[in-house]
């Protein structure tokens, strides 16, 4: 299948500084990237969609001055996690998609994050 | 709402079948999705269902679909202990072409 890289696969950062995540398809263009969170021992919750060039679209809950996306290219997503807290510690892993009409996501391996 | 279920935990001993079950809400789902996810990594796909399927087999991993009930479930045969992870169902809504995600059912298989 399909790659997905997202990098760094683990984060230690202070609070209120600001953290990027970058997620690439290394051999499809992703015409649409997502961003989900995973708490310890929970399901994946979808943070926000992403399509190249244009705004990410977020999901109710999610604060978009915070987690900001940016989707500049077909092969490129990062999420940067602005003045991160304890409370943004957390599993977050990005999936891409080649087209609205494939059927399958393929994931990164994930980001965890620690906010000392 | 978008509400997926799945039961929390599964055990299973090495050799046995295991089934993973799995009901959902939106009944215009297109395609319907089994991931497994090891300890710390992303997800893998195993393997989907096309809503208009009853049933799909791949090798070890057979997936049944009720449509009526809204119920999918995955049956993993001759399970091993390389098959211990969580196993998320993951549905595509119509409408919104989102994946959403079932709660997750750790699998442990013990010798």
């Known amino acids: 299948g399909a790659v997905v890289s997202q990098h760094p696969s683990r984060v230690i950062c202070k609070s209120g500084t600001s953290v990027k995540i970058e997620c690439r398809s290394l051999d499809f263009q992703a015409t649409t990237m997502f961003w989900y969170r995973q708490f310890p021992k929970?399901?994946?919750?979808?943070?926000?969609?992403?399509?190249e060039g244009s705004k990410a679209t977020y999901e109710q809950g999610v604060e978009k001055d915070k987690f900001?996306?940016?989707?500049?290219?077909?092969?490129?997503?990062?999420?940067?996690?602005?003045?991160?807290?304890?409370?943004?510690?957390?599993?977050?892993?990005?999936?891409?998609?080649?087209d609205p009409g494939n059927t399958e996501a393929f994931f990164g391996q994930g980001t965890r994050l620690t906010v000392v | 709402g978008e509400d997926v279920e799945q039961s929390l935990f599964l055990s299973v001993r090495e050799g046995d079948s295991s089934v993973i079950n799995c009901t959902y809400t939106d009944s215009s789902s297109t395609y319907l999705y089994w991931y497994k996810q090891e300890p710390g990594a992303g997800l893998?796909?195993?393997?989907?269902?096309?809503?208009?399927?009853?049933?799909?087999?791949?090798?070890?991993?057979?997936?049944?679909?009720?449509?009526?009930?809204?119920?999918?479930?995955?049956?993993?045969?001759?399970?091993?202990?390389?098959?211990?992870?969580?196993?998320?169902?993951?549905?595509?809504?119509h409408n919104t072409d989102k994946l959403i995600f079932g709660t997750g059912t750790r699998l442990q298989v013990f010798p």
């Open chain 2, 44 to 93: 893998q796909l195993l393997t989907y269902i096309f809503s208009n399927m009853d049933m799909k087999q791949d090798q070890r991993l057979t997936v049944l679909l009720n449509k009526k009930d809204k119920h999918l479930s995955l049956r993993i045969a001759d399970t091993q202990t390389g098959d211990s992870a969580i196993y998320f169902c993951a549905e595509i809504h």
């Open chain 1, 42 to 51: 929970q399901s994946l919750m979808l943070m926000a969609t992403s399509n």
């Open chain 1, 68 to 98: 900001l996306i940016n989707h500049a290219s077909l092969t490129l997503s990062t999420l940067t996690v602005t003045s991160a807290h304890p409370e943004d510690s957390s599993f977050y892993i990005c999936s891409a998609r080649e």
